[in-house]
């Protein structure tokens, strides 16, 4: 069996968005700045995807700016606020410890370029408390940049009542929504986002292309200047095949979102309760306030990547919560935040499923992490000292 269990890193195209995109590398190739008759064909499929895509989060089609993904929105967002704020004096921005480090590494520049960062921390299940953010709001306040779901332990934060908090205190907000958009409802008007951050890979759509939707009286720095595309704010012809690709993959998650996550909670709920019977496993992250296809747990005495590869001689596809892959030596920052120590972070896994996982599959990987974990386990120095009583378990 083979089973992809990476749907955060991205997503499977969806069918519908491969084939909205075809006819635009094929026959309609034109420049939609070009004001010839396929030219205009061209703009007019630019529009359309604009307004489905307005549409989709519940804002207005000229709010919607087509960027290359959510790394370079969160950039944007997180720029604009912040050379808006300087010119009035305002050089404090509130964000939190879980953020992606789209908005993490934006953030650190800023400071050292003179911003100061107040960065909330998280409750032991991944939560920010709307208290906290209230607490932090200061005169100087430019803006808050809070994610709306997080990409490692899938926590959904209280985004409508921190939307809520900084409209009346008329601070600048912006929502990190990648992991969000196309899998749980969300409308900016009536949650009070101001700045909204969505990426096309993840829910079904191509690579490569993404969206900011800015509230319309927002200033919005210039992020790249030439033409006029995007109001000339992001100039550069428009990726007609992606956008259009990426209008007809949100369509279709809209249609789809209740069945598809109705499905995705009970196969994840059977994932979870599985894992959680193998001793000296826990949870990351909140049992309910939580993304419908993300599992993340962690083992006490077990190393990511060695699971990692077992698991993937075994046909799972999944992503481990240490970053020593990517030549770092450093736990998750996301783990570390919820209070999980050094070693424990370092054996964490998360599964995020599909909403074409079947039980069938849930439970080959369920047998698949159990002997995995077993087999790593009875190797493992550090397991044995555990079992002796030499060292103290951290997962009980
Ligand atoms: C994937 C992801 C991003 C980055 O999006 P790209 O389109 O890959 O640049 C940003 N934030 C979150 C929460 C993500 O999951």
């Known amino acids: 069996m083979k089973i992809y269990a990476d749907n955060a890193a991205t997503t499977k195209m969806r069918k519908c968005a491969i084939d909205a995109m075809l006819p635009y590398y094929d026959g309609i190739y034109a420049n939609p700045s070009s004001l010839h008759t396929p030219g205009q064909i061209a703009a007019e499929a630019v529009r359309a995807a604009r307004e489905r895509m307005a549409a989709a989060i519940g804002c207005l089609p000229r709010e919607i700016y087509f960027t290359s993904g959510g790394s370079e929105s969160d950039n944007w967002a997180i720029a604009s606020a912040a050379e808006a704020g300087a010119r009035k004096n305002k050089k404090h921005i509130i964000s939190c410890a879980i953020e992606h480090h789209a908005v993490l590494h934006t953030l650190n520049k800023l400071e050292k370029r003179g911003y100061e960062i107040t960065l909330l921390p998280v409750s032991e299940n991944g939560i920010v408390r709307a208290e906290d953010v209230e607490a932090s709001i200061r005169t100087d306040t430019a803006l808050v940049t809070i994610m709306f779901a997080n990409n490692e332990i899938g926590t959904i934060q209280p985004i409508a009542e921190i939307g809520k908090i900084c409209r009346d205190k008329g601070v600048t907000f912006h929502t990190d929504a990648v992991q969000a958009v196309g899998h749980i409802g969300i409308n900016v008007k009536e949650q009070n986002i101001d700045m909204l951050s969505l990426s096309a890979h ?195």
């Open 202 to 396: 993840k829910f079904g759509g191509p690579k490569g292309i993404g969206a900011l939707y800015i509230r319309s009286g927002l200033p919005v720095t210039n992020l790249i200047d030439g033409g006029a595309q995007e109001r000339g704010k992001r100039a550069g012809t428009e990726n007609v095949p992606a956008i259009v690709g990426m209008a007809a993959a949100l369509d279709e998650c809209l249609k789809d979102m209740n069945k598809d996550a109705a499905k995705l909670i009970k196969l994840r709920d059977r994932l979870i309760d599985g894992l959680l019977k193998i001793p000296h496993t826990a949870l990351n992250g909140d049992r309910s306030s939580r993304l419908p296809g993300n599992v993340n747990v962690c083992f006490e005495g077990i190393e990511g990547e060695s699971l990692l590869l077992l698991l993937d001689a075994k046909g799972v596809y999944a992503s481990s919560g240490s970053a020593c892959t990517s030549g770092s030596l450093d736990p998750s920052h996301v783990l570390l935040a919820i209070g999980r120590p050094h070693s424990v972070a370092h054996g964490s896994l998360r599964l995020t499923l599909s909403a074409d996982a079947t039980e069938k599959e849930i439970d080959y990987i369920i047998n698949a992490v159990t002997d995995v974990v077993a087999y790593l386990r009875n190797m493992s120095p550090v397991w044995h000292d555990l079992l002796e009583g030499k060292a103290q378990y951290v997962i009980q």
